[in-house]
């Protein structure tokens, strides 16, 4: 990919605070890190992140009920992991 480390680091926060403030889901999130920011095929980013194909179709789907330690591989590769966050009352 030609984008610059600082416009990763930009985008990557954007997508963190996108999740954190509940404006994206997760599964959004790890597809738009995995083709905007690695610009990787599913392929090879699980292959990356040491789970399986499947597993990578299925959190970006949404589908299925994803352990920890599958969510973390995905975020582990941008300095993110999952977390609990305080919700805000409106």
């Not at 984008?3 to 985008?11: E, I």
């Not at 926060?13 to 889901?25: A, N, P, R, W």
């Not at 738009?32 to 992140?49: D, I, P, Y």
């Amino acid at each position: 990919m030609t984008t610059s480390m600082d416009a990763r680091a930009l985008l990557i926060e954007s997508i963190e605070q996108g999740l954190t403030d509940g404006s994206l889901e997760i599964g959004d999130a790890v597809r738009r890190l995995r083709t905007e920011v690695t610009g990787l095929h599913q392929s090879q980013f699980a292959k990356m992140c040491k789970i399986s194909v499947r597993t990578l179709v299925h959190i970006e789907h949404g589908e299925g009920n994803q352990t920890l330690k599958s969510l973390n591989a995905v975020f582990r590769p941008f300095g993110l992991q999952m977390g609990v966050v305080k919700v805000r009352r409106k």
